[in-house]
């Protein structure tokens, strides 16, 4: 049973650039969540989607974009790159309004550096 | 923000339990306490989370004080491969019919814990 994956595993970029990040989710899943991560500190909510919908959006600029196929995989869009947006992003998937309490499974995340 | 609140830091001697204790005195009736952690340059791990009875599993145990303000994880036999960042997490849990906007979870710094040899 295939978990949570990401790709690429390591990426880098210019300021001002754009790149996309992606995330199969574990099987049987069908939400996907994603998170940044700067150095030292706790993962941070971006969005969440579920049936292609974005349905929960953290604390994050309109540069921070998404989508979900019908496959459940999904693509986290960030535009304009900043110095700042050099971080961990994970990507987590679990089953939307499961009857038993679920657990977020994490991939292994995108190291995205921006120079 | 993150409604708990960890020690930075812990030691403990490989084969000994850890008890990596989480203040949540804001903590809701509703809320549950998850615990995940994060080993280095890899993703979170679900650990385990209770409401407020003591829970158990092949991974560790939570103990939740009767007043729910606090609670402790326990690592029974601490190995080398537990060294890791602790996060004590409090949130509203999924449950049939849905609550939108359950299922973010909102992490703070987290507990470095180190097992030694």
């Known amino acids: 049973d295939a978990g949570v994956t990401q790709s690429p595993t390591h990426l880098i970029k210019t300021r001002g650039q754009q790149v996309t990040l992606r995330c199969s989710p574990k099987?049987?899943?069908?939400?996907v969540s994603w998170y940044q991560q700067a150095l030292g500190q706790g993962p941070q909510f971006i969005f969440q989607y579920y049936e292609e919908e974005e349905r929960q959006r953290g604390n994050f600029p309109d540069r921070f974009s998404g989508h979900q196929f019908p496959n459940y995989s999904s693509e986290l869009n960030v535009n304009a790159l900043l110095l700042g947006d050099s971080a961990l992003y994970l990507c987590a998937s679990s089953l939307f309004g499961g009857v038993s309490i679920d657990e977020q499974y994490f991939g292994p995340g995108t190291r995205l550096t921006v120079t | 923000d993150a409604k708990t609140t960890q020690p930075t830091s812990m030691d403990c001697a490989e084969g000994r339990a850890a008890n990596l204790p989480c203040n949540h005195s804001?903590?809701?009736?509703?809320?549950?306490v998850y615990w995940y952690r994060q080993i280095h340059s890899q993703g979170p791990q679900y650990i385990i989370h209770?409401?407020?009875n003591n829970e158990t599993n092949e991974m560790a145990s939570l103990i939740i004080t009767e007043d729910r303000k606090s609670s402790t994880l326990i690592l029974p036999h601490a190995t080398l491969r537990d060294t890791a960042v602790y996060y004590c997490i409090v949130r509203v849990a999924p449950y049939y019919p849905v609550q939108s906007g359950s299922e973010k979870l909102v992490f703070g710094k987290g507990m470095k814990l180190t097992v030694n040899p």
């Open positions: 209770g409401l407020k």
């Open positions: 099987s049987g899943h069908d939400t």
């Open positions: 804001t903590i809701s009736g509703n809320e549950y």
